[in-house]
Structure formats: structure tokens, C-alpha cells
Nanobody, 124 residues
């Protein structure tokens, strides 16, 4: 298995930027597609974006496309979520997740491993 630990959450104002990190354990980090999800209180966990094993391909939810960027550094076993132009509706707990699936990975059930989450709060 792989263990995931998110960090970098915090409290910011609308329009600000924040960068989240997700550190993974294990020797086979590069074998996983990595995803970012978020969940607001009382809401379903929703897909934010994903990045391929090599980092060459990314895909984002329409709600964050153009504002968020996912990257990964396989040498550091770390995936990142750069969030720009933050909006109050971005407020949520953000989770990173890992899967051995190669495509169509936009649903919660498709991911095998999850981090504990990090809180992001955006004030108006």
C-alpha cells in the first residue's frame, strides 16, 4: 500500500493563491495516477483534477479549470495542487488520492488510497 499526507491548507481571501502538497510513501509512487478531491461540510466529495503517472497529462473539473494546476515530482514522491484566484466556493477539505487505474479516474470509488485531508478556507 501507499500512505498519503496532505499539507499546505490554510485561510486566505478571495483572489489569493495557495499551494497544497501531498507526500506519498513507498517505492512505486510513479505507478499511480494521482487525483485531488474536495469536500465541503454536508456535501459529497467531488473531483477536482488528476495527473498521470509520468505527469504528462492532466484533467480538471470545469469548476477549477484555468485556476488550478496539478503537478508531480516523482523523485520527491510528491504531488501538488496550485490554486489561484480562489473563490469562497472553493472552501473545503482537500484530499489527494492514488489509483492504479489508467483512465476515466474522476470518481471517488476509482481511487484506492486516500490522504487525511487539509482544510482550505476562502473568505470573501
Amino acid at each position: 500500500q501507499v500512505q498519503l499526507v496532505e499539507s499546505g491548507g490554510g485561510w486566505v481571501q478571495a483572489g489569493d493563491s495557495l499551494k497544497l502538497s501531498c507526500a506519498a510513501s513507498g517505492r512505486t509512487f510513479s505507478s499511480y495516477t494521482m487525483g485531488w478531491f474536495r469536500q465541503a461540510p454536508g456535501k459529497e466529495r467531488e473531483f477536482v483534477g488528476r495527473i498521470s503517472r509520468s505527469g504528462g497529462r492532466t484533467y480538471y473539473a470545469d469548476s477549477v479549470k484555468g485556476r488550478f494546476t496539478i503537478s508531480r515530482d516523482n523523485a520527491k514522491n510528491t504531488v501538488y495542487l496550485q490554486m489561484n484566484s480562489l473563490k469562497p466556493e472553493d472552501t473545503a477539505v482537500y484530499y489527494c488520492a492514488a489509483t492504479t487505474r489508467l483512465g476515466g479516474t474522476v470518481y471517488v470509488y476509482e481511487y484506492e488510497y486516500w490522504g487525511q485531508g487539509t482544510q482550505v478556507t476562502v473568505s470573501s
